[in-house]
């Protein structure tokens, strides 16, 4: 192969979708390209092209603008031009100039064609629309080096023997005969072939036998109601992730046809080690400061291995916020235990990505407490001091830095009793300017870490219920949301971040992840729901009617290959023995990662101008 061809076939080796090919075709395809050369200022496509083709980007920059002259796409090395040979593209609509004198391949139309007919890698990707493409690309991503683990395996394949039940009026006495009998530490309680509850071993004991109350009475009198349930579908780590964060270890098994078995830790721990679950464990049992700080080392640990086994990003936010929840929880008790009981009612919130369970080792603090309105600040406000200070203190001394803008429990402007509380939102609800809904966005993402629920959810709902009814705030909130748009041919240098310590890189938190945090945000809190987690309310959204399926599953598909992205960019620092972070210098992903990754922005920038729309 000539010289000139062959450094032809070496680039399209690495361009989305010719790296699929075999060595072959693309040792035969690049006879069959035409190679031009347009200076900067050239109208694209060039109005002399009179035969149609796929355009490939070598060299140079080419800006697409709508039929508004909004600039919409970005393309340099690497990037496809499709609008003239496929009539569905939606390049197809826009008109562009060259910004900087450029060298393309061009693959006639008809050729594309025919090589899309002999090659199945080519007729995928050609065919599919910007959601499937993303989805495949997840699915890549995510493929992950072991294969019969916790990520993959689903409930159902786990239940190994048929459900053992019993009714909810028979005695407590035979419940336990039969428990022994059938060597099980839980009994599933089932009236009408509906679960009704469930007992446990910790139940006899602690409900039965340490309260005095007669093994005579019936079971239902110390049974757990209120149950948290999974289907044979749902993945075991999730499952597990479930038990972590509700400090159980039996969840019953449901399906259409009623109750199908019980999981519990033991066999998910049977199945895989579970780091999750052991890290947790080891947090709660810590007697000091020293000893947590020892255990949450172990973190940046357990995000390398999650990343080796596939995890997505929701998967690993789910784990790397169940060991900071148990953190949190034990620093609270450690605190209790030196302060004594506290004086009123009060709520550890915890906010930001804490809040909806997005965390990974690089995290700051977001937190705040809310106490129960007979809070006396001259008699109670040193203890509630006290506390947020050690537990904000614990936290940064475990690894979890302080937030930048100083939402924290310790700062007492974020220490404050239910009605001041109200009188914040309802402040920043009805005054909706700049630095209103930049304070409001602070806390529109809470969770009840510790202490009273009942305290925050009625908060929550008045809150929410105010929101719902103010469109002039919503439409601040939107305008507020629609400032951070993903970045349009983001390895170019004059998108990436331009100076200080991460000059030239990108940030894949702020121009990625955080778009789709707050599309999802606003579009639950128009609704009024009290939804937290981001794919969580992309569902929500979908089932109120804001968003279509197909515009949530490309949304959720970008932010979890962005955030799984970017998590595997921590533990390859992680790795190297480097602090992580969120700045990916561009040479570092390869030329798929950035084909992928354009769809993302693509995704996100479609629902972006939409929200846009409907708020304008």
């Known amino acids: ?73 970005k393309l340099a090395e690497g990037d496809l031009y499709s609008g003239l040979c496929l009539s569905d593209d939606p390049q197809g609509a826009l008109h562009g100039t060259l910004v900087e004198d450029s060298l393309f391949y061009l693959l006639p139309c008809d050729t594309l064609q025919q090589w899309r007919s002999n090659h199945p890698v080519l007729e995928a990707h050609f065919s599919r629309t910007l959601q499937h493409r993303l989805r495949r690309a997840l699915e890549r991503q995510q493929a992950g080096e072991n294969h019969a683990n916790l990520l993959t395996v689903a409930v159902g394949h786990l239940l190994t023997r048929s459900p053992v039940t019993a009714s909810p009026d028979c005695s407590i006495r035979d419940a336990a005969r039969q428990m022994t009998a059938e060597r099980v530490s839980a009994l599933l309680l089932v009236e009408e072939g509906r679960l009704a509850g469930i007992v446990t071993d910790r139940d006899l004991r602690s409900r039965c036998i340490a309260d005095g109350v007669s093994p005579e009475q019936p079971v239902s009198t110390i049974m757990s109601r209120h149950l948290h349930k999974v289907s044979r579908e749902t993945p075991a780590f999730e499952a597990l992730l479930t038990m972590t964060r509700l400090h159980i270890h039996h969840l019953p098994v449901v399906d259409s046809s009623g109750v199908a078995g019980l999981i519990t830790t ?144 310790s700062n007492p402007q974020w220490r404050q009793p239910w009605q001041a509380w109200r009188h914040l939102f309802d402040g920043w609800i009805t005054q909706p300017d700049g630095h209103a809904v930049a304070q409001a966005v602070n806390f529109l993402d809470l969770r009840v870490i510790h202490g009273d629920e009942r305290l925050f959810s009625s908060l929550q709902h008045e809150v929410l219920q105010q929101i719902r009814a103010s469109q002039r705030f919503l439409t601040a909130l939107s305008e507020t949301a629609l400032e951070n748009r993903p970045p349009l041919g983001f390895f170019r240098n004059f998108v990436l971040i331009g100076e200080g310590d991460h000059a030239n890189t990108l940030d894949l938190k702020r121009r990625g992840l955080l778009p789709v945090v707050n599309l999802a945000r606003v579009h639950v809190l128009s609704a009024g729901l009290p939804v937290i987690g981001t794919i969580e309310r992309i569902h929500a959204a979908v089932d109120a009617g804001l968003i279509s399926r197909e515009g949530a599953e490309a949304l959720e598909d970008a932010f979890n290959f962005i955030g ?51 708020h304008a």
């Not at 109005?47 to 060299?59: E, F, K, M, P, T």
């Not at 998967?315 to 900071?324: E, P």
């Not at 004086?343 to 080792?361: D, F, N, Y």
Request: hydrophobic letters at 40%; proline letters at 5%.
């Open 266 to 409: 033991s066999d998910l721990i049977r199945q895989q080690s579970a780091h999750t679950v052991y890290l947790v464990d080891t947090v709660r049992k810590a007697a000091n400061l020293a000893a947590l700080v020892k255990a949450h080392r172990r973190l940046p640990e357990l995000q390398v291995q999650l990343c080796a086994a596939g995890a997505s990003a929701q998967q690993i936010g789910h784990a790397v916020t169940a060991v900071a929840d148990a953190l949190t929880r034990r620093l609270i008790e450690l605190a209790e235990e030196e302060l004594g009981p506290a004086p009123v009612a009060w709520a550890w919130l915890a906010g930001g990505s804490q809040a909806r369970r997005e965390q990974t080792v690089h995290s700051d603090q977001d937190n705040a407490l809310l106490l129960a309105d007979d809070y006396d600040a001259t008699a109670h406000a040193g203890w509630f001091k006290r506390l947020a200070e050690s537990v904000c203190s614990g936290l940064a001394a475990c690894g979890y830095y302080d937030c930048p803008g100083g939402i924290m429990a």
């Open 564 to 614: 799984t992205l970017r998590a595997r960019h921590q533990a390859s620092q992680i790795k190297r023995g480097e602090a992580p972070d969120n700045f990916v210098p561009p040479e570092e992903l390869s030329a798929p990662e950035r084909g992928h990754l354009k769809d993302a922005f693509s995704a996100i920038a479609t629902l972006q101008a939409a929200l846009g729309r409907h």
């Open 1 to 73: 192969m000539e010289v000139e061809l062959q450094e032809i076939r070496d680039f399209l080796s690495h361009v989305v979708p010719f790296d699929q090919l075999n060595d072959d075709a693309l040792n035969r395809l690049p006879s069959t390209l035409v190679v031009r050369y347009l200076r900067r200022g050239t109208p694209f496509p060039p109005a002399d092209q009179s035969d149609h083709a796929l355009y490939i980007v070598r060299r140079g920059a080419v800006e697409l603008r709508d039929v508004e002259d909004k600039l919409v796409e």
